[in-house]
């Protein structure tokens, strides 16, 4: 399964053609592996939404420049790729809410693996990429 779980078609399109990435765990803290990635992933073009409960205060200040929302449901304008940082047991609720704003794939980091999310989230029509990180395949490929 897990070869079905990283298609290189899917985590190409994902990585060229996918532009709004909403980061699910982003918070303010540099020393978190979703704040170093999603820095990553703006040096690559990549608009980040940061997604994380400490949204909820409207005085908690933007994450890498950008605005952040406690919700996927609160971000006013289409989302291209959900990218969760979360443990396992807590990661599908985000890939269906994923699939419950129309977002265009679904990215479960490096470690987060839940095969049912995946499979409700394939079946909804929503490509998804699980157990892998984009550093990991930019590195994979060279670039």
Same mark, same amino acid.
């Not at 899917?10 to 994902?14: E, I």
């Given at each position: 399964m897990?070869?079905?779980?990283?298609d290189?078609a899917?985590?190409?399109?994902?990585l060229?053609?996918?532009?709004?990435?909403?980061?699910? $765990?982003?918070?303010?803290?540099p020393?978190?592996?979703?704040?170093s990635?999603?820095?990553?992933?703006?040096?690559? $073009?990549?608009?980040?939404?940061?997604?994380?409960?400490?949204?909820?205060d409207p005085?908690?200040?933007?994450?890498?420049?950008?605005?952040?929302?406690?919700t996927?449901?609160?971000?006013?304008?289409?989302v291209?790729?959900?990218?969760?940082?979360?443990?396992?047991e807590?990661?599908?609720?985000?890939?269906?809410e994923?699939?419950?704003?129309g977002? $265009?794939g679904?990215?479960?980091?490096?470690?987060?693996?839940?095969?049912?999310?995946?499979?409700?989230?394939?079946?909804?029509?929503v490509?998804?990429?699980?157990?892998t990180?984009?550093?990991i395949?930019w590195r994979?490929r $060279?670039?």
């Open positions: 897990a070869t079905s779980w990283q290189p899917t985590v190409d399109r994902m060229d053609e996918q532009q709004t990435w909403a980061v699910v $765990g982003l918070s303010g803290d020393s978190r592996t979703a704040y990635i999603a820095s990553l992933l703006q040096q690559r $073009g990549k608009k980040v939404v940061p997604v994380h409960p400490s949204f909820a005085a908690t200040p933007p994450v890498l420049g950008e605005q952040g929302y406690a996927l449901a609160d971000i006013p304008f289409p291209d790729v959900v990218d969760v940082f979360r443990r396992s807590a990661a599908g609720q985000f890939a269906d994923a699939v419950a704003i977002a $265009g679904v990215w479960f980091q490096l470690g987060v693996v839940d095969e049912d999310a995946f499979a409700r989230t394939v079946a909804a029509g490509p998804m990429v699980m157990d990180c984009p550093a395949e994979k $060279g670039a």
